[in-house]
Each structure stands twice: as structure tokens, then as C-alpha cells.
């Protein structure tokens, strides 16, 4: 299981961080996306399972993020996945994960 490199750790941390500055009405994050933030940020083993559900994530939500503005509950859940970085992470883990299942 792969570990998430220092960019998607930081980006979820930062989501996190402006998360926490928010007013409640303000901040965003599903359970779930608030569980993968902490353990993206941590840096925890991230499962095949997980890698498709970032990759789920990312493709359904790309139009709410605006870099912009972090403030927005659409930029701080994009965040709360890893960002941009988590993105491109996730997309090369599942490539990697893909091809290794055709090798078989």
C-alpha cells in the first residue's frame, strides 16, 4: 500500500487548517472526507480501495474547486482529498494498480 507523498500530505493538512478557521456554517467535509484528510495528513498507508474512492472523488468534484478561494466549502473539501497533488497521485496509483492487474 502506498504512502501519500509530502504535497498531499500538506493539502490535506492545509484543508484541515482552514477548515478549523471557518465558522460552522462554513465548513465543509463529509465524515468520510474529514476521516481521509486526518489520514492523509498522517500519512497512513492508503489502500487500493481508497485510491479509487480518491479518484471517484476527485472526477465528481473538479468543478467546486477554486484555487481561488480556499475559503469555500468546495475548495476545502478539494483540499481535505489532497488537492491537485492527491489528484494526480491518486490517478498514477490507480494506473500503477490497473496495469499490475493485467500483468496477472
Keep these: 500500500m502506498p504512502v501519500p507523498p509530502r504535497a498531499v500530505r500538506f493539502n490535506a493538512q492545509k ?15 463529509t465524515p468520510v472526507g474529514l476521516a481521509r484528510a486526518r489520514d492523509l495528513a498522517a500519512g497512513v ?26 475559503t469555500k466549502k468546495g475548495s476545502q473539501a478539494w483540499l481535505l482529498w489532497g488537492g491537485t497533488a492527491g489528484r494526480r497521485w491518486a490517478e498514477a496509483e490507480l494506473r500503477k494498480i490497473e496495469r499490475e492487474q493485467q500483468n496477472r
Design 15 to 29: 484543508g484541515l487548517d482552514i477548515r478549523a478557521e471557518q465558522t460552522p456554517s462554513n465548513r465543509a467535509g
Design 45 to 70: 498507508n492508503v489502500s487500493e480501495e481508497t485510491i479509487r474512492r480518491m479518484v471517484a472523488f476527485f472526477n465528481r468534484h473538479q468543478q467546486n474547486w477554486d484555487p481561488t478561494d480556499l
